[in-house]
């Protein structure tokens, strides 16, 4: 049996695009390290409670784990009065996005705790990101896409915000990717995970993708009426086996696991 890993949490300020100063939430296993990276992408939901419990989740696995707010420049306000702000602004540029999240990676690689290795993860609008950023982001080293809404996207629908569909960055992707999918989801739709693969197959990328039947978008959120436990359980241990690979495992070991 595999003991509680200890672990400690906190809210720090990184600083992100245009010297802005945006918080991030960081959980850290106990022990010395060192521990591999993981910078997790919260979804359009917002920088939420269930995306601080994937960082925790990830700490409880030997991993230290960042979760920068890319909604911080929309102020105050509940959750759902800043994700209203972000929606009716047109979303968060992706400009700004790749520059908060690389200060994100960067404090990873900082950190004395840290391997030197470190992934993404991202959900929803955050595995769209994660996409992204599997091209954009220096000093990363593996990318899991879980259900990434509008990397595929017609021209007519980009906007000043988003001026470049993602499906176009593949050829500069450089890291391995994990793909998570439902095929009950309606964006992506199966049809745009096939052009997702079709693209990264023509590009010769290092992918893995895994489709699930009976699960829609956000089949993750145990807290959510979509949660597929089964579909989910199965997804996460193709989540650990894969940065294991790409990483190294969690230092379980250092963080006190028995």
């Known amino acids: 049996m595999t003991?509680?890993?200890g672990q400690s949490s906190k809210s720090i300020q990184l600083t992100g695009h245009n010297g802005d100063q945006i918080d991030a939430y960081v959980a850290t296993p106990d022990?010395?390290?060192?521990?591999p990276g993981v910078l997790v992408i919260h979804h359009m939901p917002g920088w939420d409670e269930w995306s601080t419990e994937v960082a925790r989740r990830f700490a409880q696995h030997g991993y230290l784990a960042i979760c920068p707010n890319l909604h911080h420049r929309a102020g105050?306000?509940?959750?759902?009065?800043?994700v209203a702000k972000v929606r009716d602004g047109g979303?968060?540029?992706?400009?700004?996005?790749?520059?908060?999240?690389?200060?994100g990676?960067?404090?990873?690689?900082a950190s004395p705790a840290s391997t030197g290795k470190v992934g993404i993860i991202g959900f929803c609008?955050?595995?769209?990101?994660?996409y992204m950023g599997s091209a954009k982001l220096n000093n990363i080293n593996a990318a899991v896409d879980c259900w990434g809404g509008n990397v595929v996207v017609p021209p007519g629908k980009l906007t000043d915000a988003q001026p470049v569909a993602v499906l176009d960055m593949t050829s500069e992707i450089k890291v391995p990717m994990l793909g998570i999918f439902g095929n009950d989801d309606q964006n992506p739709a199966p049809g745009d995970v096939d052009t997702m693969e079709a693209e990264l197959k023509k590009h010769s990328k290092d992918y893995d993708f895994h489709r699930y039947d009976g699960a829609g978008h956000g089949f993750f959120g145990w807290e959510r009426p979509g949660y597929r436990p089964e579909q989910a359980v199965d997804a996460w241990t193709k989540v650990w086996a894969f940065y294991e690979k790409h990483l190294g495992a969690g230092n379980t070991a250092a963080a006190g696991v028995s």
């Not at 979303?91 to 200060?103: E, N, R, S």
């Not at 609008?125 to 994660?130: A, P, Q």
Request: cysteine-free; glycine content about 16%.
């Open 3 to 5: 003991a509680y890993v």
């Open 31 to 35: 022990g010395d390290g060192p521990f």
């Open 76 to 82: 105050e306000g509940t959750l759902d009065e800043v």
């Open 91 to 103: 979303g968060t540029p992706d400009v700004q996005a790749i520059a908060d999240l690389q200060a």
């Open 105 to 109: 990676v960067d404090w990873l690689n």
């Open 125 to 130: 609008s955050g595995g769209r990101i994660v």
